[in-house]
Each structure stands twice: as structure tokens, then as C-alpha cells.
């Protein structure tokens, strides 16, 4: 069943985003990770 009272108005942007992060480790605590998910994410 689809739900029609979402509608995407700017496509061209993510709609939806979920992180899981393995044993909850410090992701973001070291820029040059940082700058991976952040490359990874405007791709």
C-alpha cells in the first residue's frame, strides 16, 4: 500500500537516511573519516 500523503518535492536531495555504526564506534571523532561519509553522502 503506498502512501500517498508523502510526496518528494526536491528529488535531487536525500529523503531518507539511516546509519548503523558497528559496536557503536567513534565515527566522528577523526576529520579524515568525517570527509569520507561526507564524500560518500554527496555522491
Given amino acids: 500500500m503506498a502512501r ?4 518528494l518535492t526536491e528529488v535531487d536531495k536525500p529523503h531518507f ?3 548503523t555504526i558497528v559496536e557503536w564506534l567513534p ?3 577523526r576529520p579524515t573519516l568525517v570527509e569520507i561519509v ?3 553522502w554527496r555522491y
Avoid at 500517498?4 to 510526496?7: H, L
Fill in 4 to 7: 500517498s500523503r508523502y510526496a
Fill in 38 to 40: 561526507l564524500n560518500t
Fill in 27 to 29: 565515527l566522528f571523532t
Fill in 17 to 19: 537516511l539511516t546509519c
